[in-house]
């Protein structure tokens, strides 16, 4: 058996493949970002899931993507977590960026983003993937992600920014006393999520020009900060992928016209990709 996961800091996807690479069954676990939870937890996401205990002793091999996988220490720490549940099992551990030029399933050089719950952006010259800007993560940096846009709404209802008929509609949809904020973003776990989860209010109220002068103005900084770190973006295509690139395909191109940027394509999930890229290797 062979287990496909890619993962956020609010969702991981599985497949599980059979030796013939088949699909055995496909499943969602919550994130496993290791920057940002507990050990334990990790755990408990995946022992709890009755389909990844019920075949961990019969798991041969794992090929595992995710956020916060960019340092050996968070690789090593993850590892240790997946070799005490899936004990007969080689597991190979990947950043996010990583998967991203895969479910592509190309050759051709070009520019790579992720724009999730997180953000990243890296550049694949044909066969390895290069970044300049270390990710940081949701406090510092992930700009035009999920979690960017909800701290976005936050700050800019509490500084009376907000139109009122935004607010007003804000407002019956969101708990916005300043304890419920506080506690989400500084006592509870996945603080990142829960922004990710205020920031869909943006994206699912994107029409008025309000909404549209934000979205537009962080993935302006998207590009300033993060594509045009590299000198390639102004000959190669810019591709896409995660939830929030999806929903913003429209704005992402608009954007990326006002640079002479050229744009590839978004892909929503790659779960799909990676598991057809490690079939082919079967």
């Known amino acids: 058996m062979i287990l496909v996961a890619d993962s956020g800091s609010t969702k991981t996807n599985w497949i599980a493949l059979n030796s013939k690479g088949e699909t055995h069954f496909k499943i969602d676990t919550p994130g496993l970002n290791p920057a940002v ?103 510092i940096m992930d700009i035009s992600s999920g979690n960017y846009y909800g701290k976005e709404l936050i700050r800019e209802y509490y500084y009376n920014r907000m139109p009122k008929d935004f607010a007003k509609k804000f407002e019956k949809t969101h708990d916005l006393s300043a304890d419920f904020i506080k506690e989400s973003i500084y006592k509870k776990d996945n603080p990142n999520t829960y922004l990710a989860q205020v920031g869909r209010f943006l994206i699912e109220n994107n029409s008025s020009d309000y909404a549209q002068g934000i979205i537009k103005t962080g993935l302006r900084k998207f590009v300033e900060n993060q594509i045009l770190q590299f000198e390639e973006s102004k000959t190669t295509q810019i591709y896409f992928v995660g939830s929030i690139a999806h929903f913003l395909s429209d704005e992402i191109k608009e954007v990326l016209a006002e640079y002479n940027l050229k744009f590839g394509k978004i892909v929503r999930h790659p779960i799909i990709s990676l598991a057809e890229y490690h079939t082919s290797k079967i």
């Open 37 to 139: 939870f507990a050990q334990k937890t990790i755990h408990n996401r995946i022992v709890s899931k009755r389909e990844l205990n019920d075949i961990r002793l019969h798991v041969e091999k794992i090929f595992f993507y995710g956020a916060g996988c960019g340092t050996k220490t968070a690789c090593a720490n993850l590892k240790g977590i997946f070799k005490s549940i899936f004990e007969n099992a080689k597991i190979e551990i990947y950043e996010d960026t990583i998967a991203a030029v895969k479910c592509l399933r190309t050759d051709v050089p070009g520019i790579v983003c992720i724009l999730g719950t997180g953000s990243n952006c890296s550049y694949f010259d044909g066969k390895i993937v290069h970044q300049k800007v270390a990710s940081l993560g949701y406090i």
